[in-house]
C-alpha cells in the first residue's frame, strides 16, 4: 500500500519561512522522484519542485533561489524549505510520487495549507 503524508504548513508572515515534509511508504520511496505541487483557490494545480531518486533537483522560476527540495532516505522523506514567502505563495501544497514499476505510477498526499499574511 502507498501513503504519503504532508506536514508543515501553517501561517506565516510574508518574508518568513515554512519547511514542509513529505512522508513516503517505504516501499517506494527509494525508486520514487518526488515533487511538490501547490494549488491556490481557483487556480490549476501547479508544480514547484522535484527531487529525483538521486538527488537531482528541478525548480519552478517562481521559487528558484527561495525555495529547497531534499530527501533523507533514512526517514523515506522529502522536504521543502521555503523561505522570503510572499502572498501568493499562499496555497495548499501537496507532494507526489512518482515511479515506474511495472507500468507508471503516480500518488499524491492529502496537502497541507501554506497561509502567509502581510
Known amino acids: 500500500q502507498v501513503h504519503l503524508a504532508e506536514s508543515g504548513g501553517g501561517l506565516v508572515q510574508a518574508g518568513g519561512s515554512l519547511k514542509l515534509s513529505c512522508e513516503v511508504s517505504?516501499?517506494?520511496?527509494?525508486?520514487?522522484?518526488i515533487n511538490w505541487y501547490r494549488q491556490a483557490p481557483g487556480n490549476a494545480r501547479e508544480f514547484v519542485a522535484r527531487?529525483?531518486?538521486?538527488?537531482?533537483?528541478r525548480y519552478a522560476d517562481f521559487v528558484k533561489g527561495r525555495f529547497t527540495i531534499s530527501r533523507d532516505n533514512a526517514k523515506n522523506s522529502v522536504y521543502l524549505l521555503m523561505n522570503n514567502l510572499a502572498l501568493d505563495d499562499t496555497a495548499a501544497y501537496y507532494c507526489q510520487a512518482e515511479y515506474f514499476l511495472g507500468g507508471p505510477h503516480k500518488h499524491w498526499g492529502q496537502g497541507t495549507q501554506v497561509t502567509v499574511s502581510s
Open positions: 517505504a516501499n517506494i520511496f527509494s525508486v520514487s522522484n
Open positions: 527531487i529525483g531518486t538521486g538527488g537531482s533537483t
